[in-house]
């Protein structure tokens, strides 16, 4: 068990500019989460994965974001035309089923010049 | 909108004292409760999974407590340590599986 793995730690871009984060989950989870974290704040739901199906989006994730887990192993969240409201840590975790505690990776720290 | 709040804010105590914090979650559709603790430049760490009112689980230190009908958890941490110094995140989970984050308890443990 090697743990949820997130690439980058940290991205620094400029407004208008398009990034893409990538979540490694534990091997056997078919479960994958996106949340985001600004400050003073808990995480908040983007978006999950059971294996390469995406079950839920939240409001929170427009159209310039999208995210993607294709062969139900690794994801990818991609955001398009960043904006400087998009600062904020990026967190990814999985689970092996429903109810069971989710293993978080470290995050990317995304900050908008 | 599903909203799960948590008190105090932060805490500052002195090592050896005990502690507890509330997490307040709509109890219409309660699936589960989960708490985290999240050490700063680390990933959050799952401490506890509820699902059942009068749940009560432990950890070492630290337990805690569940009220589906009235949608309230409590964290204990019991002669608090200066590595117990974080946030204390719940997260309350319905009828998708989608975790409701409260805001988080931030603890600093003084030697």
């Known amino acids: ?16 500019q398009n990034v893409t984060f990538r979540c490694d989950p534990i091997s056997e989870h078919n479960r994958l989460y996106w949340y985001r974290q600004t400050l003073g704040q808990g995480p908040e739901f ?9 079950l839920e989006k939240s409001r929170l994730l427009s159209d310039r ?21 998009d600062s904020a840590m990026y967190l990814c975790a999985s689970s092996p089923m429903v109810g069971q505690p989710q293993h978080f990776g470290d995050g990317t720290r995304l900050s908008i010049l | 909108i599903l909203n799960v709040e948590q008190s105090p ?45 009068g749940d009560e689980k432990k950890k070492g230190r630290i337990s805690a407590t569940l009220n589906t009908k009235e949608g309230y958890s409590y964290l204990y941490i019991k002669g ?19 975790l409701i984050f409260g805001t988080g308890t931030r603890l600093q443990v003084f030697p």
């Open chain 2, 80 to 98: 608090s340590q200066p590595e117990d110094s974080a946030t204390y995140l719940c997260a309350s989970l319905y009828n998708t599986d989608k």
């Open chain 1, 65 to 85: 974001f999208s995210a993607e887990r294709p062969k139900g192993s690794f994801s990818t969240l991609e955001i398009q035309r960043t904006e400087q409201g």
């Open chain 1, 46 to 54: 983007l978006t999950y994965f059971q294996n390469e199906a995406q």
């Open chain 2, 9 to 53: 804010q932060s805490l500052h105590v002195q090592e050896g004292d005990s502690t507890n914090f509330t997490c307040s979650f709509p109890s219409s559709n309660f699936y589960a409760l989960h708490w985290y603790r999240w050490e700063t430049a680390k990933s959050p760490e799952a401490l506890f999974v509820m699902t059942l009112n």
């Open chain 1, 1 to 16: 068990d090697t743990g949820v793995s997130q690439d980058p730690r940290h991205k620094i871009t400029k407004r208008g």
